[in-house]
């Protein structure tokens, strides 16, 4: 997932990043409506990567004391940045970098 962000993200036949992630962050403090469908979406994607993390853990691909919840939210926060990234710039080079760093984080079996 984190490389193909860094591919998708850095494609050349659309903006960089990803609207949902960069949706709204600019709006005035009247804006929690417009704010919260992002939100929610940006939020759903955490929960589904941790119950993907929890499947795994529960298969054993995962070790037993695997905090999915901790792992999918810093998943999260890398598709964030990366995406923040490539729209200040970063190459789909860059960011495979990344998401290679972030994928040490990840516990082995």
Do not use: F, K
Request: glycine share 6%.
């Amino acid at each position: 997932m984190l490389r193909e962000a860094a591919a998708e993200y850095t494609a050349t036949n659309h903006p960089n990043g990803c609207l949902t992630i960069s949706a709204a962050t600019n709006c005035g403090p009247d804006s929690a409506d417009i704010e919260e469908l992002p939100r929610s979406r940006r939020n759903a994607n955490v929960a589904a990567i941790e119950q993907r993390i929890q499947s795994d853990v529960d298969a054993g691909t995962l070790p037993a004391d695997t905090n999915a919840a901790a792992l999918a939210r810093l998943t999260g926060v890398a598709v964030q940045g990366m995406s923040q990234q490539s729209r200040d710039g970063a190459t789909r080079s860059d960011l495979e970098a990344v998401a290679a760093l972030i994928m040490n984080a990840w516990p082995t079996p």
